[in-house]
C-alpha cells in the first residue's frame, strides 16, 4: 500500500463456529459492514467509507483516503454487525511506501487565478511542492496542469507559473507530483532575449552557414572598410573645409581663388564678398 495516497482495501468476511456453515464465505453483507484504521499504532478511526462495496464469494472493498493510509504501517480492522459473521483485512495490516510520483494529494480549500491552497494536512515546509507540478484531476478546473513557483507551508498556498484557466475552489480534487525541473522561473521577457541576442559575444558567431555568421562577416567587412577608407576620405574632406564659414543662407563666406567643375559658375569680387551662382 502507498503511503498519503487515496486507494482501495479488501477485506473477507465469512460465518464464524456458531454460524450455518463455518468458514463459508457471507455475501450481501455489505451494509452490516465496517472498518476502523490504525496509523502507526495510534488509536483506531472509523474510515470515511462507511460501508464496503461487495465484490463477490464473501470479498468486499473499502475506499480508503489518503489521510487514512498517512503513516509508514496501517491496520484496518473490518467488523459486520450480523451475527455469527467475521470480517477480515486482505491483508489485515500493511507497510507503506511512498507513493508513485506523487507529493501530495487531496481536496482544494480554495483557488485564486495564480494559486491553489492545498488541504489542511498538506505540509508544513516551506516550497516543499515547488518545481512540482499540481494537476487538477476533479471538481473545478479539472483537467489542467500547472509548474508550482513557490508554497507557504503555514498558509497551504501553492503559487503556480502563469494563470489558470478556470481557477480552482473547494470542490477540486488534485494531485502534486515532482517534477525533474529545478528552480523554475517565469519565462523569459521579450527585453531579457533581446539583451541574451545582442549581449552575445561575437565569437559565438562562427558556425559557417548561418545567419549569426553572416551578420558577424558583414559587419566585420563594413567596420574594416570604415577603419581603412571612410576615416582618410573624412578627414581629407575636414581639411578642405574647416575654413570655410557660413554666413548667410545658401551663401559661403571664404576667400576663394578658384572656382573649379562647370561652366555656369562664374565669380568676381574680392575676399570676403559674396559668390553665388549666375
Not at 51 to 69: Q, R, S
Not at 112 to 124: E, F, N, Q, V
Not at 135 to 159: E, L, M, N, P, W
Request: a negative charge; glycine letters at 12%.
Amino acid at each position: 500500500m502507498y503511503r498519503n495516497l487515496a486507494q482501495k482495501w479488501v477485506v473477507f468476511a465469512f460465518e464464524d463456529e456458531g454460524g450455518t456453515n463455518p468458514g463459508d464465505p457471507v455475501t450481501g453483507d455489505a451494509a452490516n459492514i465496517t472498518a476502523n484504521v490504525r496509523i502507526d499504532g495510534g488509536a483506531a478511526n472509523a474510515v470515511d467509507d462507511t460501508n464496503p462495496t461487495e465484490l463477490e464469494d464473501g470479498y468486499y472493498i473499502f475506499d480508503i483516503t489518503a489521510a487514512e493510509c498517512d503513516g509508514a504501517h496501517i491496520l484496518i480492522a473490518p467488523a459486520s454487525s450480523t451475527a455469527n459473521v467475521l470480517v477480515i483485512g486482505v491483508p489485515g495490516a500493511v507497510w507503506t511506501r511512498s507513493g508513485p510520483l506523487i507529493l501530495d494529494q487531496g481536496t482544494a480549500q480554495a483557488g485564486a487565478a495564480t494559486t491553489i491552497t492545498l488541504r489542511a494536512g498538506a505540509s508544513a515546509t516551506d516550497d516543499l511542492y515547488e518545481g512540482g507540478v499540481v494537476h487538477i484531476k476533479a471538481g473545478t478546473g479539472a483537467g489542467q496542469s500547472r509548474a508550482v513557483d513557490s508554497y507557504v507551508g503555514s498558509t497551504k498556498i501553492a503559487t503556480i507559473i502563469g494563470t489558470w484557466n478556470t481557477n480552482p475552489d473547494s470542490t477540486s480534487v488534485y494531485e502534486i507530483y515532482p517534477d525533474a525541473i529545478t528552480g523554475i522561473t517565469d519565462p523569459p521577457s521579450a527585453a531579457e532575449l533581446a539583451d541574451a541576442v545582442w549581449d552575445e559575444d561575437t565569437s559565438g558567431h562562427t558556425t559557417g552557414g548561418t545567419f549569426g555568421e553572416q551578420c558577424k562577416v558583414d559587419i566585420d567587412a563594413i567596420l574594416e572598410d570604415t577603419d581603412t577608407t571612410l576615416d582618410a576620405l573624412i578627414d581629407a574632406i575636414k581639411a578642405k573645409t574647416d575654413q570655410l564659414n557660413f554666413g548667410a543662407t545658401n551663401a559661403v563666406d571664404a576667400n576663394i581663388t578658384n572656382v573649379a567643375g562647370g561652366s555656369d559658375i562664374t565669380a568676381s569680387g574680392t575676399g570676403g564678398q559674396e559668390y553665388g551662382e549666375s
